[in-house]
Every structure is written in C-alpha cells, then in structure tokens.
C-alpha cells in the first residue's frame, strides 16, 4: 500500500511510502500525531512524483547541481476535503493521534503550489 | 540526544519524514536506517544550531539510499547546523543529470564521513560529495575515512570559499568526469590526502586537483595520472604515480568492486602511513597491513604459505574463528 505523509499544518506531501503494514496499530506515534498518513492507489513511483524538492534552475556553471530551491514541498492537499469531519479537530493537536485517511486519494487533490519566484 | 529509526515499520519511514519532524527539535539528532530506502532529503529551515549524524543502525552494515528523483541524495542547506556525521551508507544516485550524493550548500561546521560510498551519479554539475561555492558553507574541519567516490564530475568536490581543513584518508576517487579529488584555491585552506587512490578521473584535469595558493598535502597516495606528485603539492611524500593497471589491482575495477586483488604493496610498491591509516576499513574490517585506500588486503587463509609476509600471517590468524 502506498502513503502520502502530509504535514499537518498546511498539507503540504513531505514523504511517501509503500508499507502494507503501515496501519493504525503498527504505524509510530510520531507518524500519526506529526503527519496526515493518506492513502492512495498510486504506486510509490507515481507518488514519488509529488514529493519535493521542487527547482527554479536546471544547473549552473559553477557547478552546483541544482541551485535554487522554489519549494522544499511542492504539492500540498487541502486537509479540509480528505481527513473526515469527526477528526479534524486531531489535526491542530499534535498530542493526539490523527486516524489514517484509508479512502483512497482523489488525485485532483494534489496542487501545485505557485512558483514562489514568479 | 535523540536517536530516531527510519524504514519501513520504524518510527519514520524516509529522512524526508524525520527531518520534517525535527525541524524544531533543539537537541541533536542521530537518524539511524534500520533498511535501505529510496530517498531525496534536504535539510533546511531547522530553528536551532545542532549537531546531526546520519547513520546505519550497526557499524559495518551498509544501508542504501537510492535517489527518488531527480534531485540530491543528501541535501544540506541549513546555516545552523553544526557537525555532521554520515557513517556506512551507501549513496546511489541512479544516474540523475544533476544529483549529487551529498551537497553542502549551507552550513555544517564540523564535517564527518566515514565507510560511505557515493556512486551513479551525475556525470554533469554534481559530483559524489559536493561542497558549494561562496561563503555559505561553513565547513571548518573535514575528516573522510574509508569513503568510494564514483564517477559524477568530481568525486569530491571543494568549491566553498572560507577557511577550512580537510582530512581525506583512505578513499578513493575514480571515473569523474572531473577532478577526482577537488580542491578549492583559497590561502586559508588546508587539504592533507593520505594514504588514497585516484584513478580513471578526467585525463584532462586529473586525479588529484592542484592548487596555486591553498595547501595541499598528498601523502602516501596513488595516482593513475601523475598528479599525485604535482608540483603545485606543498607535500607529496610517500605518494607514487603512473599506476594504470586497475585490472590487476582491484577484484573488479570495471564493475566498482574496489577490493584488493593482492596487497596495496604489491600493488603500487607503497605502504599506508600507519599514523594515520584508520583501524577499520571500508568494510570494517580490522586494518593490520596499512594498504592504500578504502580497503585492507586480506589474503585467503588457503593461500597462506610459508611465502607470505609476517604481517599477512598475523592478520589471518587474529581472524580464524576460535578452536
């Protein structure tokens, strides 16, 4: 099974994984009380496609591989849509544990944040 | 000290979850990989200066990272971050145009690499280990022990401008597209190589960077090209050049297996400073004979002969297993 682990704060995808055994019982505490875990039908490949960093400049001369950095995570998803009402409440409390979102992710739900550099 | 698991089943499943997870932490952290994952991590925007090391969960076990993208494996760009330590990893960056294994942009005081590999990655702009260029990295003192370099433009790449001093001992730097072994050109700076291998580095720039005006010291070293005795060297005591024969001097140099076929000795006629030479090597294997580079010859026991050298007999019986 394939994650998306959000941060909670704005949702943006900070990492993903595939674990079948990554569930209720056997994900950490830190996973579930500092990230909303999502599901998705993606395979790793694909959700690794929405992970950053994302780059303003391809190379530079000075060689520095890939200079700048627009966003440290790129894709966020509006936490609001996905994580049900009854536990929404969870997700500004990281003392408490947030429930996995085990529905499976409505793709239109990943969004490109804006360029910060226009 | 916070030690933290990363893997599947672990507390965090990649560095990216850990390192988001500690960006407020004000004590250091230790990231420990209990498996080998797929991974491209950058470190920025921690709110206090610490120390960080990243590291297998057992000395001598390597775990793998493999690059998940199409960025750096280990990204550092953090001005606050104090010493860091990567020990037993090995960095695939999965030929990448642009990746680099690890990437200093910003910060890291005290640097510490020991028994890491960096491999497949990018023949263009990046190399295996990379420290940028201008005033934001902070690397004041580097040690690398028993670490492989392969391929990228550099296998270890200094373009940082401040002050800094560099240990690099017992690695090797072959198949860049580059200087294997870069150096920047700075008064304030201090690179001592001892007891490494360079080979098979750009023709045109060679193994061994040369510099006009930083110290560069390259002791006890083998080069393919002649650079290892440069003239532009403060030092090149001990080191030997014009040793092209990888074939015979490594188990299987065409497919990255750097282990000794026979001794360093035999190899390149040299042996290892012993004051510096590291007790383990690469693979963690007890050091006994002082060889060149990331590994320590150890002769089978069935070869053993009346011919071979004392210390070769020594090494062999520490290792037999008790009777």
Redesign the interface.
């Known amino acids: 099974m394939t994650?998306l682990?959000c941060?909670p704060d704005d949702g943006s995808v900070?990492?993903c994984?595939?674990?079948d055994?990554?569930n209720e019982a056997?994900a950490?505490d830190?996973?579930r009380k500092?990230?909303v875990n999502i599901y998705t039908d993606m395979t790793?490949e694909q959700a690794?496609?929405f992970?950053?960093?994302s780059?303003i400049v391809?190379?530079?001369?000075?060689?520095?591989?890939?200079g700048i950095?627009d966003h440290?995570h790129p894709y966020q998803i509006d936490l609001t849509n996905v994580v049900p009402l009854e536990d929404q409440d969870k997700i500004e409390d990281r003392t408490i544990a947030i429930p996995l979102v085990t529905t499976n992710l409505d793709l239109a739900e990943l969004v490109l944040k804006p360029s910060r550099r226009g | 000290m916070a030690i933290s698991s990363i893997g599947a089943g672990q507390t965090y499943p990649d560095l990216s979850a850990w390192e988001t997870s500690k960006e407020t932490s004000s004590e250091d952290e230790i990231a420990e990989l209990h498996e080998d994952i797929d991974d491209s991590f950058i470190m920025t925007g921690w709110t206090n200066p610490q120390n960080i090391t990243i590291r297998s969960n057992i000395t001598g076990i390597k775990r793998t990272v493999t690059n998940d993208g199409s960025t750096n494996l280990l990204s550092f760009d953090d001005a606050k971050t104090l010493g860091l330590t990567l020990q037993d990893l090995i960095l695939d960056g999965g030929n990448n145009m642009f990746a680099s294994g690890v990437i200093i942009k910003a910060g890291v005081t005290a640097l510490t690499v020991k028994r890491v590999k960096i491999h497949n990655v990018s023949a263009i702009f990046a190399g295996g280990l990379f420290i940028t260029s201008g005033a934001n990295p902070l690397v004041a003192n580097a040690t690398l022990e028993n670490c492989i370099f392969v391929g990228g433009y550099n296998g270890i790449g200094v373009y940082q401008s401040t002050a800094m001093t560099a240990e690099i001992v017992n690695c090797i730097a072959t198949k860049a597209s580059g200087n294997g072994l870069a150096v920047a050109n700075y008064a304030a700076q201090t690179y001592n190589f001892r007891n490494c291998l360079a080979f098979g580095n750009s023709p045109s720039q060679g193994d061994f960077d040369n510099s006009t005006t930083s110290t560069v010291n390259v002791l006890n070293c083998v080069s393919g090209d002649a650079t290892a005795t440069h003239l532009n060297h403060t030092s090149s005591a001990g080191s030997v050049t014009l040793k092209t024969d990888t074939s015979a001097y490594f188990t299987d140099y065409a497919n990255d297996d750097y282990t000794l076929a026979q001794s360093g000795y035999d190899n390149w006629g040299i042996y290892g400073d012993s004051l510096t030479t590291p007790a383990l090597d690469y693979a963690s294997t007890a050091r006994s004979n002082d060889d060149i580079g990331p590994y320590e010859f150890v002769p089978a026991l069935l070869s053993l002969n009346a011919r071979a050298p004392a210390k070769y007999m020594a090494a062999a019986i520490a290792m037999s297993p008790a009777s």
């Open positions: 994650w682990h941060h900070v990492s994984s595939e674990d055994r990554f056997n950490s830190a996973m500092e990230f790793i690794r496609e992970k950053g960093p780059w391809e190379a530079s001369e000075d060689n520095e591989g890939k950095m440290k």
